[in-house]
Each structure stands twice: as C-alpha cells, then as structure tokens.
C-alpha cells in the first residue's frame, strides 16, 4: 500500500508539502525547546507536547479529507489525525494528571506515525527520507514506550532529540515530495 503520487495533483502536493512543513518545523522547535529549555517544567512540556499532537492530528486529518488518497490511506489518515488531536486535548487540557499516559502516547503516536509514513512512501525523491522517517518514528516510539515512567526527565530527552531529528527528515521530505511529477499535472 504506498501513494500513488502520479495521480496527484499540483494542489495535492502542495497540501501535502506545507503539511509536512508545518509538522516537520513545529516538532523541530518543540524539541529545541525542551533540550533547551532546562528550568521547563513537565507541565509545560506536557502541554507543548499536546499542542504538537493538535497540530500533527488537524494536519493528517485535512490531508486524508482533501487529498486524493486510496480509501485505506484517507481512512487510516483521518484516523490517525483524530487519535493525535484527542492526544493532545487530553495532554493539555490536564498535563500534570497526563504525564503517565502522555508517555505511553507519545510512545504509540510515534509508532502509529512512523506506520503511516511507511505506509505512504512514494516512488518520488522523497521516498528514502519517508522511509527514514518511518523506521526513526517507529524506534522513537518503542524507546519511549520502554522507559520506566518514574523517569520522565529521561523521556524529555529522547523526546526531545528525537523531535529534532524527526523534524528534520520531515522538513526535508517536505521539499522532495513530489519531485519528478510533470508541470502539467
């Protein structure tokens, strides 16, 4: 099951481009902020963390309603999008009392995410970025997962590296995506 970005249109990619863009910068500044952000607290931290989920849901449920995907991949697109946004109103509405499940959903986001961006490779020039993304997502989110929740600080962390490092291959493959489709498409 992967996308089928010949039949794209030019408005397609586009959306598709900024959506990865827009994730892509925002989870590169949340994890600047939190490895740079010493004196935050995990409250804070919880909050932004649910506000990248917000953002990474609302992004993969326009995407799955506007683009012409497979009916698999828009559903599964619309699916994942709900389950981040819920993520994130949970985790900001309550952040102290949400830290515990924050962790497990961060863990499970991160694999249902890197699942979707290999789900979605594309036989464009993006493709080995998306490949990258979806094998480093996946791993994030097993790491996280295994942590022990009294360690939280140590999940900061590697949530933190692993933004950055996510955000960049985002960003990135948002600049690739779709190259080689012809200009009259």
């Known amino acids: 099951m992967s996308l089928d970005i010949a039949g794209l249109t030019r408005t397609a990619v586009r959306t598709i481009r900024g959506g990865l863009a827009l994730t892509g910068v925002l989870s590169i500044v949340l994890g ?4 740079f952000w010493p004196e935050a607290t ?7 963390f649910g506000l990248f989920f917000l953002v990474a849901g609302a992004v993969r449920v326009i995407t799955g309603l506007v683009t012409p995907l497979l009916g698999g991949l828009r559903v599964l697109n ?3 999008g709900v389950l981040l946004f819920i993520f ?5 509405r309550n952040p102290l009392a949400s830290l515990a499940v924050l962790a497990l959903a961060i863990g499970v986001a991160w694999i249902v995410e890197g699942i979707m961006a290999l789900a979605e490779t594309e036989s464009g020039g993006s493709r080995w970025y998306a490949i990258a993304y979806g094998v480093i997502s996946i791993i994030a989110g097993i790491v996280v997962l295994f942590l022990p929740v009294g360690s939280l600080t140590t999940l900061v962390i590697f949530g933190g590296i692993f933004l950055v490092v996510l955000g960049i291959v985002e960003v990135v493959r948002a600049f690739t995506f779709g190259r080689g489709l012809p200009r009259a498409a």
Request: zero cysteines.
């Open 32 to 35: 600047a902020l939190v490895l």
């Open 78 to 80: 619309i699916l994942t």
């Open 42 to 48: 995990l409250e804070v931290i919880a909050f932004l």
């Open 88 to 92: 994130g109103v949970v985790a900001m």
